[in-house]
Structures are given as C-alpha cells and as structure tokens.
C-alpha cells in the first residue's frame, strides 16, 4: 500500500516535471539553478603573494597564511539568488509573481559582482596579486538566462491576455 502510494507520488512530481519543462522558461531557470550552485562550489580567484604562494578564494572565504577572510556575504547571495531561481519554476501558474522573482534574482546576481567587486578592493592589499578564475562567470551567464526567462514568462502572460480579450 505505502509503495502504491509512493509510486502515484513520483508519478505525480514526474508529470509535474514534464508538463513545467515544456515551457523553456523553466529550462533557463534550472540552467541558471545549476550554474549557480556551480558558483557557490567553485573557486572564483587566486590571491598570490610576492614569493609565489598562492591563495584559492571561494565565495565563502579566503586564507591568508594563518588567518582567514570570511566572505560569506557573496555565499548568501549566491544562495539566496539559486533558491530564488528553483522556487520561480514552481510559479508557473502566477506569471506575474514568477516575473517579479526573476526581476529580483537577476538584482540579487548583480549584487553579487558589486560585492564581489568590493571583496576584491579590501582584500586585495600591496602583497598580493589577484588572478581571477572561470567560475566568475556564471552569475552572468545567470542573468543573461535570467532575462532570457523573463522574456519567456512575458511572451506566456501576453497570449494568455490575448486570450482573454478574444473571450
């Protein structure tokens, strides 16, 4: 009994899953889902001192020698930005609330190079050169599917009016 149900429940979320996959809005919004927890796993710098040794800078911090630089900041937005884009998806039925999310994870991606750009200036210092790595990239190529989504979502609400005007 408890399998049957367990089955009918995985049916359900699969059908879910299909019929919200049809639409390439939600393509572009589990793209920009995966590159951002790409973001948040890979590094996106290397601090390197004078004599060569070489510091990975993650989105949730730095060491230096014995200390460590907390940047949990760029980790939070990065976060709150993926959990954002994989809640969007599941609005499909309120476009206008699923235009409005993407609107705000596209302002929380670039919030996240404007602190990305003030964590470089602080803990960029004399002694260290900073070289910066391809992980960087993925909050824009999010944003760029972002407003390709955006675009998506618009193109749905405006037949659905159309529809409704011809009614």
């Known amino acids: 009994m408890i399998t049957l149900l367990l089955l009918d429940y995985f049916t359900f979320i699969t ?3 299909i019929i919200m996959i049809q639409r390439i809005q939600t393509v572009y919004l589990l793209l920009v889902t995966g590159l951002l927890i790409a973001a948040m796993c890979l590094p996106v710098g290397t601090a390197i001192e004078a004599d060569g040794a070489s510091h ?3 989105p949730l911090g730095l060491t230096l020698g014995n200390e460590y630089q907390s940047t949990w900041g760029l980790f939070c937005i990065l976060l709150l930005a993926t959990l954002v884009d994989f809640a969007t998806i599941f609005l499909f039925k309120n476009r206008m609330l699923q235009i409005r ?3 705000f994870s596209t302002c929380l991606l ?4 404007l602190a990305f750009v003030a964590f470089y200036f602080i803990l960029k210092g004399d002694m260290y050169s900073f070289q910066l790595h391809w992980a960087l990239c993925f909050p ?5 599917l972002n ?3 955006l675009r998506a979502i618009g193109a749905d ?3 659905v009016q159309a529809v409704d005007r011809l009614r």
């Open 15 to 17: 059908l879910l899953l």
């Open 56 to 58: 990975i800078f993650k």
């Open 101 to 103: 999310m993407t609107v």
């Open 110 to 113: 670039v919030g996240y190079y």
């Open 140 to 144: 824009l190529i999010g944003i760029i």
């Open 147 to 149: 407003y390709l989504a």
């Open 157 to 159: 609400e405006a037949k």
